[in-house]
């Protein structure tokens, strides 16, 4: 009888302690289907009129970066201004979250309000739902999106809907080269076209006795495998508007091919142990520093105290293919992206502080911090940055970043997934394993059905 | 009779509590999430929307996934030719550490150090040695007349590059083997001596046999790290300012595929199928390896 009642009792225990936990799961699931309705237009088109009638009190908002050292620092002042200027919002920004933490905070369901990522995570994100879709803000204030640069823009449009915008952007579309190996070989000019590239690359290739190449003019995968650059070159794309992918058309295939010519030209092997003896980008033993390569593709934020008029390293627009002259000023965009969770608490402060990040004299502010370009067009021509000796070495940059043939990757769910492959086709073409055509072919037949999925 | 159930009941109600905490992070921190693991396999998950149910689906598309299968081929590389050498190695200097010399824990200490640095700073001064035209291995081997690998950037050489760096650390296994070998009781090589067995019969007849317990952890802890190889490979690309995998994916390891797909392509569900099948090929092993062990591992006392 005492056992059975004891029995009984730790039953009941154990049911309560049951009913708890479900209860508890149930309610986290009941928080989490209902928040993404908080973010509908109605809600939030309601909320300042509700923050009007009561006394305001501030709201916080969580700002996430990926940034360490100086670049988080140049945000934090950014925002410290901004919450001086105001009494509503108070942003707290953290730094050095990267995507990884990112992730797992946005689907632990503790999003924070305001996030800084890379760009192309806005595509695999926003397609996962996890990315406040912003057209109807902008519609709302009537926000003008043609004042940022397009490409920047474009970057954070997935299907042709906005889920974020650049705060900053950064470029590929110059050639840098070492002026002292020109004038060593007699070379006057950079080359204009991507044919006179190669002859000075050929005429500034040595190899010593050994056969073992000692100074190079040009490696076209240097520092990394660009397989979004090359095809911006050519005027390339990857996706057309019914979403067939295009990386197996004409103008992306020349562009591995021109590129495979240079290992074909100087040999593989060679080319492979040249480059392991070269020190890192911007290292003391930098190759274009040192003189062992005379040319590379030039980003705005490299070498900047050592590039321009009277430096060692000269600046010049990165050369164009001889048939196709109105692909001059052509160049690839890399734009950083800030974006609201969908699940973020306060998608109206948050919008507000991407409006404030966005206006001009904070984009000049902190691109003249961060020594990147302003995604404003009026930015590129205010006298602060254009007549600021400061920022001299990114003078042409400014200037360039208005050309309409800057261009960029599409953005999308299965972005990652073809970079990837791109990456690893465009590899086998460049060591001669396989044609340009052929790599190129491949990763349209290893994608298409993962984009038709999607 | 019930009086006895009823003391034992209790008892195990007491135990029970006692190990609660235990008990408590395991079915929480452990098994749930292994359990999770399995359903999501099952599914097609992206860490933001809930999962779609979609049968064994993931498991199908593994089967035809050429880049799994690469990774499955390059993780069993360094299983193989990593491994079993490195812990052959380990056995040898484990030998060398056991003979009385002076200085012998001074030389304990310094074969023990690579193992504290992290895994990540270790690969970065590797990458400074492998270095193919500064390198202090390539002037060795050109010192000699031997060829001088492209150790980073041939595809071919990478593995080999892994695999020489995972000599470096090879400290705790040799700890152990060391361990081990102090516990092999005097008398069976007196003995051994008196019959006037050879220096090399008494390694293979005594010490082999007496230490092969702890082969066997080794082996299976071995082959478990081995088929988790990670932070090595991701650094070693990375660094290099190659994609992931590195060079024609040569160091594309399982768990780097299973990472990729997880937090770079959001597939969840793929990733977690990956999880298990890693598992099942684990288990399996491991049970391999126990079952030929009454072959060649010898208990004290059995035998």
């Known amino acids: 009888m005492l056992k059975k009642g004891k029995q009984k009792k730790s039953f009941v225990v154990l049911l309560a302690i049951l009913m708890a936990v479900s209860l508890a799961l149930s309610a986290c699931t009941k928080s989490k289907t209902a928040e993404p309705g908080s973010t509908s237009p109605a809600a939030s088109g309601g909320s300042p009129a509700a923050a009007s009638e009561a006394p305001k009190k501030k709201v916080e908002i969580q700002f996430w970066n990926p940034f360490t050292g100086d670049g988080a620092t140049h945000l934090d002042s950014v925002m410290a201004k901004f919450n001086e200027s105001q009494n509503e919002i108070s942003v707290k920004t953290l730094s050095n979250q990267d995507s990884q933490k990112q992730l797992t905070a946005i689907s632990g369901g503790s999003a924070p309000d305001l996030v800084i990522t890379y760009w192309n995570n806005i595509g695999p994100w926003s397609a996962a739902g996890a990315v406040r879709q912003l057209d109807d803000l902008i519609q709302r204030d009537g926000y003008d999106t043609t004042q940022i640069i397009p490409a920047a823009l474009d970057r954070m449009k997935v299907d042709g809907k906005v889920y974020g915008f650049p705060i900053s952007m950064s470029m590929a579309n110059k050639l840098l080269y070492n002026r002292k190996m020109f004038e060593d070989a007699g070379i006057t000019a950079p080359p204009e076209t991507l044919e006179e590239m190669f002859d000075i690359a050929k005429k500034l290739t040595q190899k010593d006795d050994k056969g073992n190449i000692v100074q190079m003019g040009f490696i076209p995968d240097y520092p990394w495998i660009d397989n979004v650059f090359w095809p911006i070159i050519f005027g390339g794309s990857w996706v057309d508007s019914n979403g067939k992918l295009t990386a197996n058309q004409k103008a992306n295939v020349d562009s591995i091919a021109y590129q495979a010519q240079y290992y074909k030209e100087f040999g593989e092997d060679a080319i492979a142990k040249f480059k392991s003896g070269m020190g890192g980008l911007e290292t003391p033993q930098d190759p274009i520093l040192t003189g062992k390569l005379a040319m590379m593709i030039g980003w705005e934020n490299w070498y900047v105290k050592k590039r321009g008029e009277g430096k060692e390293i000269g600046v010049a627009p990165f050369p164009y293919p001889q048939a196709h002259p109105e692909l001059k000023g052509s160049g690839m965009v890399s734009p950083v992206a800030m974006f609201i969770p969908a699940k973020a608490k306060h998608p109206e402060e948050s919008w507000k502080v991407i409006q404030y990040l966005v206006s001009e004299d904070v984009q000049i502010e902190y691109n003249t911090l961060q020594g990147s370009i302003p995604i404003l067009l009026k930015a590129l021509d205010n006298p602060k940055l254009t007549q600021n000796e400061e920022t001299k070495p990114m003078w042409e940059y400014y200037e360039s970043a208005k050309n309409p043939n800057l261009k960029g990757f599409p953005n999308s769910i299965y972005i990652n997934e073809y970079l990837q492959a791109l990456n690893e086709e465009t590899e086998k073409a460049l060591k001669g394993q396989i044609s340009a055509q052929e790599a190129m072919d491949n990763v349209v037949k290893k994608i298409q059905p993962i984009a038709d999925k999607k | ?303």
């Open chain 2, 1 to 303: 009779m019930t009086a006895r159930k009823q003391r034992e009941r209790k008892r195990l109600r007491a135990g029970l509590l006692f190990i609660s905490p235990w008990l408590f992070g395991f079915l929480v921190f452990q098994l749930s999430p292994i359990l999770m693991s399995l359903y999501y396999s099952l599914t097609e998950y992206n860490l933001f929307t809930s999962p779609k149910w979609v049968g064994f689906a993931n498991y199908a598309e593994m089967a035809k996934d050429s880049k799994m299968y690469l990774s499955l081929y390059n993780t069993m590389f360094i299983t193989v030719f990593g491994l079993f050498p490195q812990l052959a190695y380990a056995l040898a200097v484990a030998l060398l550490l056991n003979r009385n010399v002076k200085g012998l824990s001074l030389y304990r200490t310094i074969y023990f150090l690579p193992t504290l640095v992290p895994a990540v700073a270790g690969s970065l001064l590797w990458m400074w040695l492998l270095n193919a035209q500064y390198g202090l291995i390539n002037q060795v081997l050109g010192a000699i007349g031997l060829p001088e690998p492209n150790w980073l950037m041939d595809a071919h050489w990478l593995k080999p590059s892994l695999i020489l760096m995972g000599f470096w650390g090879t400290g705790t296994t040799t700890i152990m083997y060391l361990a081990a070998l102090q516990d092999v009781p005097k008398m069976y090589y007196e003995a051994a001596s008196i019959d006037g067995a050879s220096a090399w019969h008494k390694f293979r007849h005594i010490t082999l046999p007496a230490i092969s317990p702890m082969t066997l952890f080794l082996v299976i802890m071995g082959l478990i790290g081995s088929f988790q190889y990670f932070s090595q490979g991701y650094v070693f690309a990375e660094s290099n300012n190659q994609s992931i995998g590195g060079p024609e994916n040569a160091i594309l390891f399982y768990a780097i595929y299973l990472y990729q797909n997880a937090f770079s392509f959001l597939k969840m569900g793929y990733a977690s199928a990956m999880a298990w099948l890693l598992f099942v090929i684990v288990f399996i092993l491991t049970i391999v390896v126990f079952k030929s062990s009454s072959k060649w591992v010898f208990y004290g006392g059995d035998r």
